[in-house]
């Protein structure tokens, strides 16, 4: 739009680690955003990735937080609060929760799409007991190994892939200055609530439905 302006000044407080976020393109909405810092992410953890950044946004405006393309076709990690706000008052430093889904029991299912996968377990990992990687934690397992806990006895003779640092198949490793979301500074709208008795009186249509009403 003519005259619209289009650029705002976000100020960013750097610690030693943090990244200035990159628009990748002159018209990408979307700036990318760095870890300040290497993280690993093993299967079903949820962790708080820093930035290294703290940032002052003009008032009537917020960063949102959102999950990158790539990240999200090629892994399986997913940003637990998408779509997430930083709103104008908060100058604190800021992370990006990431959360790896990756689910072991899909591990068949993927070597039946992929028979690399084999070679990349029989190569890189090692084959251990569930029961002798829970001791290795510290855990005390002696009282689900009790005769009259069948079950858990089985489960625990399960085998899991331990890589070479001694994590779970399906861990992901962030490693700094990798990008792991992008932000968006955009204008928001805060509502005024007024009370009334019959909202469909207020508007001149009613779509009706809702959940999937107008198709997936």
Do not use: C, W
């Not at 002159?26 to 690993?40: H, I, N, Y």
């Not at 937080?65 to 100058?91: P, Q």
């Not at 007024?194 to 779509?207: A, P």
């Amino acid at each position: 739009m003519a005259g619209e302006q289009r650029v705002r000044d976000v100020y960013i407080q750097y610690d030693k680690n943090g990244e200035t976020p990159k628009y990748e393109t002159p018209l990408a909405a979307g700036a990318d955003l760095f870890a300040a810092e290497d993280m690993v992410i093993r299967p079903f953890e949820k962790v708080a990735i820093p930035l290294g950044l703290k940032f002052a946004i003009p008032d009537n405006m917020e960063l949102q937080i959102r999950a990158r393309s790539g990240l999200s076709l090629r892994t399986n990690l997913k940003i637990s609060n998408s779509i997430g706000t930083i709103d104008a008052d908060s100058v604190s430093d800021i992370s990006v929760i990431l959360e790896n889904n990756y689910n072991i029991a899909n591990l068949p299912y993927e070597i039946a799409n992929d028979i690399s996968i084999l070679d990349d377990l029989k190569n890189n990992y090692t084959e251990v007991r569930l029961s002798d990687y829970l001791e290795s934690k510290g855990h005390d397992i002696s009282s689900y190994e009790d005769e009259g806990k069948k079950a858990y006895k089985k489960l625990l003779k399960t085998y899991i892939y331990l890589d070479k640092n001694g994590n779970p198949y399906g861990t992901i490793y962030i490693k700094k200055g990798n990008r792991i979301a992008q932000m968006v500074l955009a204008k928001y709208y805060k509502a005024n609530f007024i009370k009334t008795d019959d909202v469909s009186k207020l508007k001149s249509v009613n779509r009706g439905g809702g959940f999937g009403h107008t198709g997936f």
